[in-house]
Every structure is written in C-alpha cells, then in structure tokens.
C-alpha cells in the first residue's frame, strides 16, 4: 500500500524557515517523480514545486522561486521541502503527492499524504 | 500560467447525473487531470488523462474533453460523492481550478 507520510509543519514568525518532510512507503520511491501541494485555510489547491526521480531537475511556482528548495533522499525514501523567508500568505496545509509514473509524459498526482499545516505568524 | 475556470458550486438530487466544467485559457491538449477532497481529507485522484479512470475509482465517474473544453461526470450520484471536485493542468507547470462544490438539493 503506497504511504506518504509529512511532518515537520507548525508555528512559525515571518521572515523565518521551516523543514517538511515525506516518508513514502509501499513502492520504489526512486521511480517516481514527486511534488508538494498546498492549500491555504478554505481556498483550492495549489501545485508549489516539483523534483524528478534523482532530484536533478526541479520546479517550482513563481511565487516560491528563489524561497522554497525542494529535495530528496532516496536512500531514506524521504522527500523534503525546505522553506525560507516565509510569508503570511504561505500558511497552508502543505501536501506530499506522487507523481504518474516514469516514462509517462503527463503529469497528474496519483497518490497525496494526509498534509502538515504551516501557520507563519507573528 | 494557464487558468482553469470551474463553477463555483452544483446542487444535485440523489440518483440523478452530475456534470462539471473545466476550461482552461489555453490549449492543454489532454492533460486534464480530476479529484475528489472530501472535508478535512486529502485529494484523491478520480481521472487522469481527460478521461482514464484511475485505479479503484468506480465506473460511475468518467471524463471528457480535450484542448480547453473538459467535462466531468458523475451518474448517478450516490451521497458518498458529496465533496469539492478540481480540475488540473498539467501541459504547462501544474495549475488547479478554483473546485467546484457538490452538494445535495
């Protein structure tokens, strides 16, 4: 059964950084590509950054760039998100979701963790 | 970035067919992408590819569409299918619609 599992979410000030983490489970973690998505308190989704299979190619949504570093051991089938700078407007519930599989031209999310909620307040 | 336009909201009777849309503001061929969020849950993958059924997900669910036209449907509709509907692109980046909220007349 594939598993993703974050943590590492909670209170933090503006201008201050934050580590999430995914352990992922149930399959070979070094096949897929992998992502995070958010979703503010009562908004939609949104797609935040993305890392293929080795971690040598990385995306990110504009509003991240240059803020966010997505990535990824898979030795220890764990996907990280490290978060600088951080704004109020970045709190969210932050989701580990797994990407279709390698070879597949198309990119929709196949399986999601339960989230880990980020509040960036003073 | 390619904006994914969906209703807001959809009143549907027990039994009955309901139907979402997506477009999109440009082309995204068929690279169409839709969830179900249940309140307080993580999304979950229903269609992938405009119109494959992902794993699991029961027949009653299929899609449509291609270019910047897509559609979603569920028939008929069983009161477990309450939840928030998205639609995702993913020709260019990775952007999802607003959702769009079924609920029971």
């Known amino acids: 059964e594939v598993q993703l599992v974050e943590s590492g979410g909670g209170l933090v000030q503006p201008g201050r950084s934050l580590k999430l983490s995914c352990a992922a489970s149930?399959?070979?973690?070094?096949?897929?590509?992998m992502a995070w998505v958010c979703q503010a308190p009562t908004k939609g989704l949104e797609w935040v950054a993305s890392i293929s299979t080795g971690g040598g190619n990385t995306y990110y949504r504009d509003s991240v760039k240059g803020r966010f570093t997505i990535s990824r051991d898979n030795a220890k089938n764990t996907l990280y998100l490290q978060m600088d700078s951080l704004r109020s407007e970045d709190t969210a519930t932050y989701y580990c979701?797994?990407?279709?599989?390698?070879?597949?031209?198309?990119?929709?999310?196949?399986?999601w963790g339960q989230g880990t909620l980020v509040t960036v307040s003073s | 970035d390619i904006v994914l336009t969906q209703s807001p909201a959809l009143a549907v009777s027990l039994g009955q067919r309901a139907t979402i849309s997506c477009r999109a503001s440009e082309s995204v061929r068929s690279s169409m992408h839709w969830y179900q969020q249940k309140s307080g849950q993580q999304p979950k993958l229903l269609i992938y590819g405009a119109s494959n059924l992902a794993s699991g997900v029961p027949a009653r669910f299929s899609g449509s569409g291609s270019g910047t036209d897509f559609t979603f449907t569920i028939d008929p509709v069983e009161a477990d299918d309450i939840a928030t509907y998205y639609c995702q692109q993913s020709r260019n980046d990775n952007t999802f619609g607003a959702g769009t909220k079924l609920e029971l007349k």
């Open positions: 149930g399959f070979t973690f070094s096949n897929y590509g």
């Open positions: 979701a797994r990407h279709a599989p390698v070879g597949i031209s198309d990119n929709w999310f196949a399986y």
